[in-house]
């Protein structure tokens, strides 16, 4: 069996010193707002556009675009991190679906909620501190890039 692969997109939006994390019904967890990559999208361009659909917030990255001459192309803003997410373990191991995910730092102005139709409502966000964060038992990934995310906007912010 061929294990489908899709790139998807996550965005760790902090204002005011906190991240925006939404109770997914179908996964059971929260997580950051996030979506697949479409077909004529760049992975950061996917992440922006699913923190405007699932929040109704507009986020600035906090992302380094590294500078290189190259002819013909240029680079993007580099993900905090890329990572492989199993989505489809069948009973005997195999993995029939993954995504490989580009997961952004952006910060937010304000901490209002206002999903486009169709997304999560409002009640199933919450903002989680740094303090919040730590005495969750939301999955270790989720506290520790939460944890970066939030320390990363910060020191971006200060002069």
Do not use: C
Request: charge should be negative.
């Amino acid at each position: 069996m061929e294990t489908t692969r899709h790139f998807t997109a996550t965005v760790y939006v902090v204002a005011d010193g906190a991240t925006a994390l939404h109770r997914h019904d179908r996964l059971g967890i929260r997580v950051p707002p996030g979506g697949h990559v479409d077909r004529d999208e760049l992975p950061h361009e996917a992440g922006l556009r699913e923190v405007r659909e699932e929040t109704g917030l507009d986020a600035t990255l906090v992302a380094e675009t590294p500078e290189i001459d190259a002819p013909g192309g240029r680079a993007l803003p580099e993900p905090a991190y890329t990572m492989l997410y199993d989505v489809n373990v069948h009973e005997d191991g195999r993995v029939g679906h993954q995504h490989i995910d580009h997961v952004y730092f952006a910060r937010a102005d304000s901490r209002e909620i206002a999903p486009a139709d169709g997304e999560a409502p409002p009640e199933r966000w919450d903002w989680y501190t740094a303090s919040d964060l730590k005495e969750s038992d939301l999955d270790a990934d989720t506290v520790q890039i939460g944890l970066e995310a939030i320390e990363t906007v910060d020191a971006a912010e200060k002069p």
